[in-house]
C-alpha cells in the first residue's frame, strides 16, 4: 500500500465529494478555443473559478474541454462568462451533461493488471 502511495497512485481526497451534496447539481462540459501560446496563463486564470473543477488540453478544434459545477443555469451562464473573460480566450462551446452513465472507475483496469501480473506468476 505504501508502494501505491509513493508511486502517486492514489486521487485527492475530494475526488470522493459530489458536488451535487455541496449544491452544485449541474454539470457542463466547456470546450475552449484560445490563442495557444497563451495556454499556461488561461488554463492558471481558469483554476481560479471554483466552478471548474477539471480541465483537459485536448487535440483537434478546440484546444481545452472544462468539467463544470454550477448550483443553477444562471451561475452556468456567469461562468462561462468569467472563461470568456480571459484574456486569450476566443470561443467556448458549453454543453449540459444529462446524467452520468458510467461514473469515475479504474476498478475494471485493476482488475485486468492483477489478471495480467497473475498470468506472468504462473
Do not use: N, W
Not at 509513493?6 to 451534496?21: T, W
Not at 481545452?64 to 484574456?87: E, G, K, N, Q
Amino acid at each position: 500500500m505504501s508502494r501505491l502511495e509513493a508511486s502517486g497512485a492514489f486521487l485527492a481526497f475530494d475526488r470522493r465529494i459530489a458536488p451535487e451534496a455541496l449544491g452544485y447539481p449541474v454539470t457542463a462540459f466547456i470546450t475552449v478555443t484560445t490563442r495557444q501560446k497563451e495556454l499556461a496563463r488561461i488554463v492558471a486564470a481558469m483554476a481560479e473559478i471554483p466552478e471548474v473543477l477539471q480541465a483537459h488540453g485536448m487535440s483537434g478544434s478546440s484546444d481545452l474541454v472544462a468539467t463544470v459545477v454550477s448550483p443553477d443555469i444562471h451561475r452556468l451562464f456567469d461562468v462561462d462568462a468569467a472563461i470568456l473573460a480571459i484574456d486569450g480566450v476566443e470561443r467556448t462551446e458549453t454543453s449540459l451533461s444529462m446524467g452520468e452513465l458510467i461514473p469515475y472507475r479504474v476498478q475494471p483496469l485493476v482488475e485486468r493488471r492483477r489478471r495480467a501480473l497473475r498470468g506472468r506468476a504462473e
